[in-house]
């Protein structure tokens, strides 16, 4: 029996030192994990194609198409040198920044960003160190900055910075992320997350590097993206709640505000979304989650997340697999909770005025009805079951592609199980081969109710028009 999950919401795995060799991966992907990230931030190319190929042969084990997902650096701003090694930043003092290539001292820091002070005004906060110490800029020329500390601390040399309250005249796409975007492409990534978005106009850069078709996921690290959700989700394939820098650069307390903001955005439009950074943070070094996290995870599946995303807890910690296997177990856990389901129909968006629509919308109202045991899509390029899981069906959506890229896109999607099958040209042979594949895959069995979906003619990408309801026999 092929594997499949029976929980709606997936898992995005980081994969790392702690999770590179065959038996650790195919552990995490029994234990629930359904799409693996690949972070360029660490490791080689030659680490990331070592860990894609085992990921393939375990794709071509368990006939379950697997996701890759590709995240790219983005740019990264630091402090330069510091001619004494670190010094304190006190409470109240003004310091000077400026592009001086000369170690810095106690009353000036070299900052090697010329971009950096194009955008610098009064007002305009620096974050240093992850947002551990906070000043705020008083005055602002071209090359040099003085700023007023708001809360101080040890500085090292090279510690990270950031920039808020102004946007940034940098790419979102570094020398390093064209390297790695082409390998990636090269190496087979069936996602592509795009770091410090600060602007739609980022994601149509990517496209434009990308040469190609590319599935983008906009990850939302910046107060500007937040400020042009709307249009940032339309441009996005899918969108990442990067909550780490995220809640650096704004008040800790709106990251739950906004993290619902998104969901709904993204519900609304049919877009997948992911809530990331620090879900199970303790169990990069404990066997079990705090309550607190627990309670995280399970309020980002009951605000309709369609995954939920491991970093360092997969990648980096003690215990990878136990991650993986609890963060399951609270998904499934929430969705036997009847408020789940209460809670995902009262959230259901009003359907588009599109043929599309209101097919799937009929479909969420037949499994709401009827006891469908499962919703069949037959999909080209994917839209079909996007649209489909954008209802949020009872019933579990087994989604039918000729296009292998699509079923391990679909890997990300909440409720779709994705199978390869040949490109059929009648309704018979979608209705015949619907029937064979829900009871192989364990969906159904004779006697029970399916519901097909799909766009005729078939074979063309396209509009979701045909609804069918049928008995297996």
Same mark, same amino acid.
């Given at each position: 029996?092929?594997?499949?999950?029976?929980?709606?919401?997936?898992?995005?795995?980081?994969?790392?030192?702690?999770?590179?060799?065959?038996?650790?991966?195919?552990?995490?992907?029994?234990?629930?994990?359904?799409?693996?990230?690949?972070?360029?931030?660490?490791?080689?190319? #030659?680490?990331?194609?070592?860990?894609?190929?085992?990921?393939?042969?375990?794709?071509?084990?368990?006939?379950?198409?697997?996701?890759?997902?590709?995240?790219?650096?983005?740019? $990264?701003?630091?402090?330069?040198?510091?001619?004494?090694?670190?010094?304190?930043?006190?409470?109240?003092?003004?310091?000077?920044?400026?592009?001086?290539?000369? *170690?810095?001292?106690?009353?000036?820091?070299?900052?090697?960003?010329?971009?950096?002070?194009?955008?610098?005004?009064?007002?305009?906060?620096?974050? =240093?160190?992850?947002?551990?110490?906070?000043?705020?800029?008083?005055?602002? =020329?071209?090359?040099?900055?003085?700023?007023?500390?708001?809360?101080?601390?040890?500085?090292?040399?090279?510690?990270?910075?950031?920039?808020?309250?102004?946007?940034?005249?940098?790419?979102?796409?570094?020398?390093?992320?064209?390297?790695?975007?082409?390998?990636?492409?090269?190496?087979?990534?069936?996602?592509?997350?795009?770091?410090?978005?600060?602007?739609?106009?980022?994601?149509?850069?990517?496209?434009?590097? /990308?040469?190609?078709?590319?599935?983008?996921?906009?990850?939302?690290? $910046?107060?500007?993206?937040?400020?042009?959700?709307?249009?940032?989700? /339309?441009?996005?394939?899918?969108?990442?709640?990067?909550?780490?820098?995220?809640?650096?650069?704004?008040?800790?307390?709106?990251?739950?505000? =906004? #993290?619902?903001?998104?969901?709904?955005?993204?519900?609304?439009?049919? $877009?997948?979304?992911?809530?990331?950074?620090?879900?199970?943070?303790?169990?990069?070094?404990?066997?079990? *989650?705090?309550?607190?996290?627990?309670?995280?995870?399970?309020?980002?599946?009951?605000?309709?997340?369609?995954?939920?995303?491991?970093?360092?807890?997969?990648?980096?910690?003690?215990?990878?697999?136990?991650?993986?296997?609890?963060?399951?177990?609270?998904?499934?856990?929430?969705?036997?909770?009847?408020?789940?389901?209460? /809670?995902?129909?009262?959230?259901?968006?009003?359907?588009?005025?599109?043929?599309?629509?209101?097919?799937?919308?009929?479909?969420?109202?037949?499994?709401?009805?009827?006891?469908?045991?499962?919703?069949?899509?037959?999909?080209? /390029?994917? %839209?079909?079951?996007?649209?489909?899981? %954008?209802?949020?069906?009872?019933?579990?959506?087994?989604?039918?592609? *000729?296009?292998?890229?699509?079923?391990?896109?679909?890997?990300?999607?909440?409720?779709?199980?994705?199978?390869?099958?040949?490109?059929?040209?009648?309704?018979?042979?979608?209705?015949?081969?619907?029937?064979?594949?829900?009871?192989?895959?364990?969906?159904? $069995?004779?006697?029970?109710?399916?519901?097909?979906?799909?766009?005729?003619?078939?074979?063309?990408?396209?509009?979701?028009?045909?609804? %069918?309801?049928?008995?297996?026999?």
């Amino acid at each position: 029996m092929p594997m499949r999950r029976t929980r709606h919401a997936k898992i995005v795995a980081t994969l790392g030192p702690a999770s590179s060799g065959p038996e650790m991966i195919r552990a995490l992907f029994k234990a629930g994990a359904d799409v693996f990230r690949f972070n360029f931030s660490h490791g080689s190319h #030659q680490d990331h194609q070592k860990r894609y190929d085992i990921v393939r042969s375990i794709e071509q084990e368990t006939g379950r198409p697997i996701a890759v997902l590709a995240d790219l650096q983005g740019p $990264k701003l630091r402090v330069g040198r510091l001619a004494e090694g670190p010094i304190t930043l006190e409470e109240g003092e003004r310091i000077r920044f400026d592009l001086d290539p000369a *170690p810095g001292t106690s009353d000036r820091v070299p900052l090697p960003h010329p971009e950096v002070f194009a955008a610098l005004k009064p007002g305009v906060q620096l974050l =240093i160190d992850d947002g551990k110490m906070r000043l705020e800029v008083e005055e602002a =020329i071209k090359d040099s900055a003085v700023a007023r500390v708001l809360i101080g601390g040890p500085l090292s040399e090279r510690k990270g910075l950031s920039v808020v309250g102004a946007v940034l005249p940098v790419s979102a796409v570094t020398d390093k992320d064209r390297r790695d975007l082409a390998f990636a492409l090269e190496m087979g990534a069936d996602w592509i997350a795009l770091s410090f978005v600060q602007r739609p106009q980022d994601l149509d850069e990517l496209r434009e590097l /990308a040469g190609r078709p590319v599935s983008v996921i906009t990850k939302l690290e $910046k107060p500007s993206a937040v400020e042009q959700l709307e249009e940032v989700v /339309a441009r996005s394939d899918a969108v990442m709640v990067a909550r780490g820098d995220l809640g650096v650069e704004m008040p800790p307390q709106k990251v739950p505000t =906004i #993290q619902r903001q998104v969901l709904r955005a993204c519900r609304r439009a049919g $877009k997948p979304v992911i809530v990331a950074t620090q879900m199970l943070e303790s169990m990069i070094e404990a066997p079990t *989650p705090t309550r607190a996290e627990a309670s995280d995870v399970a309020t980002a599946v009951y605000d309709g997340a369609d995954a939920v995303m491991l970093s360092a807890e997969s990648a980096a910690g003690r215990y990878p697999v136990e991650a993986v296997r609890i963060m399951s177990e609270i998904i499934a856990e929430v969705e036997r909770d009847p408020h789940y389901r209460k /809670a995902t129909d009262a959230a259901h968006p009003e359907p588009e005025a599109t043929v599309s629509d209101v097919i799937c919308d009929a479909v969420r109202r037949s499994a709401a009805i009827l006891p469908i045991a499962a919703l069949v899509t037959y999909t080209a /390029a994917g %839209r079909t079951a996007l649209r489909a899981a %954008r209802e949020r069906p009872a019933a579990p959506i087994l989604s039918l592609t *000729p296009d292998l890229a699509t079923a391990r896109r679909l890997a990300l999607v909440w409720g779709t199980h994705a199978v390869q099958v040949q490109e059929f040209c009648r309704l018979s042979e979608i209705v015949d081969n619907a029937f064979a594949i829900v009871a192989h895959e364990g969906f159904a $069995k004779p006697g029970d109710t399916i519901a097909i979906t799909g766009g005729m003619p078939f074979g063309i990408s396209g509009g979701t028009n045909l609804l %069918r309801i049928a008995q297996v026999p």
